[in-house]
């Protein structure tokens, strides 16, 4: 085989395996489970990964005091939500798949009776120059995830003042 058909196939690989991914990310945003949480944002800056919004829940730090002891960090997490008004909200957490809404995270920590756990969707990028509009309405933005059978989570939207609303392109 000559060189110009080994680089064409090598191309037309990834272009496969590009395109698979893409696809792939569409069919679970059109066919999981829509949760809004509320957010508790912060707006860095990073010189290689340019403008982005970084995102902790109300999930994200749980506070209970039964059995904490039982997570470690690094341990894989089930946190159950239920519907609270137009948010989900913690309801448990658990070690196993449960039969209920769920999303999978990570324990990073715990201390005291918190655990916080890390769920793969804390950071969202933002178009250049609107950094200034999303600092002045972190304490109004929520974010609309899409949950897998699996729990595990893709941002579909981020909400800003309850109307406006950005499409995922993450």
Known sequence: MNKRYSILIIILIWV?????M?????????????????????DPWDLFRRKYVTLSYDI???????????????????????QDGKYHRFLSVRKTIPDKLFIKGIVQSHYS???RVKYGIES????EKTGRYYENNMDRTDIEIVLDDNGFALINKLIVNEQEE???IN
């Open 16 to 20: 496969f395996i590009i395109s698979f």
């Open 22 to 42: 893409i696809m792939y990310h569409n069919y679970k945003l059109e066919t999981g489970t829509k949760v809004l949480l509320k957010t508790q944002p912060v």
């Open 60 to 82: 994200s730090r749980l506070d209970f005091s039964s059995e904490i002891h039982k997570y470690k960090p690094g341990d894989t997490v089930y946190i159950i939500l239920k």
């Open 113 to 115: 009776n918190n655990l």
């Open 124 to 127: 969202y990028f933002i178009e």
């Open 166 to 168: 950005i499409d995922s």
